[in-house]
C-alpha cells in the first residue's frame, strides 16, 4: 500500500486548496482513510476521516464547516476540500490508511501504518 498527497500550497486566509491522497497496491475495501497535520512546534493532529466502503466521515471541530473529505473509488483518490482557510490552518497535512479491522480509534494517528509523505499548506493572513 502506497499512499502520494499532494495539492498544498501557499494561499490567502479566506481562500481555498483542495488536497488528494491518492492510494495505491491493493483494494481499500475495508479501510478508513485519515487527514492529519503538524504545525512547526506542535504535535500532529486529526483533521478528517473517511470509512473507503460506507464513506462515513467524521471531523475535527477546527475543520467543521469549512473542510471536507470525499473519495473517488474508481480512481482510489481521497480528497480534502478546504475552504475558508485560515492561518491556523497552516501545518503540512498526510493522509494515512488503516483497515478497519485493526483500528479502535480511527482518530488516532498513531493506529494508521500507512502514511503517506506530508504537503505543506501554508495560509497568509
Known amino acids: 500500500v502506497q499512499l502520494q498527497a499532494s495539492g498544498g500550497g501557499l494561499v490567502q486566509a479566506g481562500g481555498s486548496l483542495r488536497l488528494s491522497c491518492a492510494a495505491s497496491?491493493?483494494?481499500?475495501?475495508?479501510?478508513?482513510m485519515g487527514w492529519f497535520r503538524q504545525a512547526p512546534g506542535k504535535e500532529r493532529e486529526f483533521v478528517a476521516f473517511?470509512?473507503?466502503?460506507?464513506?462515513?466521515?467524521s471531523y475535527a471541530d477546527s475543520v467543521k464547516g469549512r473542510f471536507t473529505v470525499s473519495r473517488d473509488s474508481a480512481r482510489k483518490v481521497v480528497y480534502l476540500q478546504m475552504n475558508s482557510l485560515k492561518s491556523e490552518d497552516t501545518a503540512v497535512y498526510s493522509c494515512?490508511?488503516?483497515?478497519?479491522?485493526?483500528?479502535?480509534?480511527?482518530?488516532?494517528?498513531?493506529?494508521?501504518?500507512?502514511w503517506g509523505q506530508g504537503t505543506q499548506v501554508t495560509v497568509s493572513s
Open positions: 497496491g491493493r483494494t481499500f475495501i475495508g479501510y478508513v
Open positions: 473517511i470509512t473507503w466502503s460506507a464513506g462515513t466521515t
Open positions: 494515512a490508511a488503516a483497515h478497519t479491522r485493526y483500528i479502535s480509534d480511527y482518530r488516532t494517528a498513531q493506529e494508521y501504518p500507512t
